[in-house]
T-cell receptor, first 114, second 112 residues
């Protein structure tokens, strides 16, 4: 079974620029999560989708972050404009459902803001 | 608000030693608890998932226990190997949306 695919693996941008990340979940997984992991910390949930609907985006900085999951499969996460504190690894995860199901993670996108 | 704490932040042991990683959480109303492994530059690999009704789970040399009433979980690694060197993360699901709340992790180094 193919795992969760993310691209790009690395991205370096200057502050105030925009950036987008892409995630392709495991086939058939209805639930998709985006997490932010700052160096030395555990991941923090940014947004959760069930199919193409948003379940939880309470910790998404909506003034600069946006995410979509068109057709309930692939998802993109965008930051515009980026700030220095956005430097982190952005992890995508998927699961069959969100009731007691394990989440499977991609390798993440490492974002550096100059 | 659920908070997850892992102690110690870092641990270094000689190869072959048995070791225990600790995880504590503030709200005992959890659906399940997961232990993950993270290698440098990689995503998270799920090691063990314990449902709220279970007390422990085992996989090979790994054994995870859960005590909801005290808000604690332990990950026991038997006969540690250099290949076990990684960061180990504990996470709980405490709401009905499946959101994982993570601890900050324990970075383990097993020396040959």
């Amino acid at each position: 079974e193919a795992g969760v695919a993310q691209s790009p693996r690395y991205k370096i941008i200057e502050k105030r620029q925009s950036v987008a990340f892409w995630c392709n979940p495991i086939s058939g997984h209805a639930t998709l999560y985006w997490y932010q992991q700052i160096l030395g910390q555990g991941p923090k949930l940014l947004i959760q989708f069930q199919n193409n609907g948003v379940v939880d985006d309470s910790q998404l900085p909506k003034d600069r972050f946006s995410a979509e999951r068109l057709k309930g499969v692939d998802s993109t996460l965008k930051i515009q404009p980026a700030k220095l504190e956005d430097s982190a690894v952005y992890l995508c995860a998927s699961s069959l459902g969100f009731e007691g199901r394990p989440q499977h993670f991609g390798d993440g996108t490492r974002l550096s803001i100059l | 608000k659920q908070e997850v704490t892992q102690i110690p932040a870092a641990l270094s042991v000689p190869e072959g030693e048995n070791l225990v990683l600790n995880c504590s959480f503030t709200d005992s109303a959890i659906y399940n608890l997961q232990w993950f492994r993270q290698d440098p530059g990689k995503g998270l690999t799920s090691l063990l998932l314990i449902q709220s009704s279970q007390r422990e789970q085992t996989s090979g040399r790994l054994n995870a226990s859960l005590d909801k009433s005290s808000g604690r979980s332990t990950l026991y690694i038997a006969a540690s190997q250099p290949g076990d060197s990684a960061t180990y993360l504990c996470a709980v699901v405490s709401g009905n949306t499946g959101k994982l709340i993570f601890g900050q992790g324990t970075t383990l180094q097993v020396k040959p």
